[in-house]
């Protein structure tokens, strides 16, 4: 008599293993070390599961910064355009206020100087619709995330820090520096 037939079963599992080989079918001593196998390939289970785990997430967080990177994408993709027509911009801007008064009046340059005029607010128009806004400065403190302060000037009317003059207008595209203000800031007077 094998250890096989000492063990109770039940008829299901003899009816089962009648025809099998008996050194194939687990004796005592196999199984034991069948269970210590077993508690090996669940650990090995559990560590592949959390590997599982550890992949799903690590792909939802690399969705999550693609998603991202596209939306900036989209959203600043025009930055370096918008850097090249600001100096268009500065240069029409310049032009109009360089028309003296007289002119503005004449009846031969009245028409130029309203076709100017109209450019200049069609291209703010345009700087709008793609969320590139003025950065406001003249009578604010210097703000060193938004102005650059190009020189001092002593002045004993305002507090030393605040902008006096601004030299070159800065631009945001959103949330983001496209270009600082070019500004003179207050000193104390000597």
Not at 4 to 21: F, H, I, S, W, Y
Not at 126 to 137: D, E, P, Y
């Given at each position: 008599m094998t250890e096989?037939?000492?063990?109770?079963?039940?008829?299901?599992?003899?009816?089962?293993?009648?025809?099998?080989?008996e050194d194939l079918v687990l004796g005592a001593g196999e199984e034991?070390?069948?269970?210590?196998?077993?508690?090996?390939?669940?650990?090995?289970?559990?560590?592949?599961?959390?590997?599982?785990?550890?992949?799903?997430?690590?792909?939802?967080?690399?969705?999550?910064?693609?998603?991202?990177?596209?939306?900036?994408?989209?959203?600043y993709a025009a930055t370096s355009f918008a850097r090249d027509i600001l100096s268009v911009a500065d240069n029409l801007s310049r032009a109009l206020d360089s028309i003296p008064a007289e002119l503005r009046e004449d009846d031969k340059t009245k028409n130029l100087v309203?076709?100017?005029?109209?450019?200049?607010?069609?291209?703010?128009?345009?700087?709008?619709?793609?969320?590139?806004?003025?950065?406001?400065?003249?009578?604010?403190?210097?703000?060193p995330h938004q102005h650059q302060a190009m020189l001092e000037i002593p002045s004993a009317d305002v507090e030393p820090g605040v902008v006096l003059q601004e030299l070159q207008a800065g631009y945001m595209i959103k949330d983001r520096l496209l270009r600082p203000a070019m500004v003179a800031v207050a000193k104390k007077p000597d």
């Open positions: 096989n037939e000492t063990r109770p079963q039940d008829a299901e599992a003899k009816a089962e293993l009648e025809g099998v080989p034991e070390a069948s269970s210590g196998e077993l508690e090996a390939v669940k650990a090995e289970l559990e560590a592949a599961r959390q590997d599982v785990l550890y992949a799903k997430a690590e792909t939802q967080n690399l969705r999550r910064r693609m998603e991202k990177d596209i939306a900036d994408a989209r959203a309203t076709g100017l005029e109209a450019t200049g607010r069609e291209i703010e128009k345009v700087f709008g619709s793609h969320g590139i806004v003025r950065i406001a400065a003249k009578g604010l403190p210097l703000d």
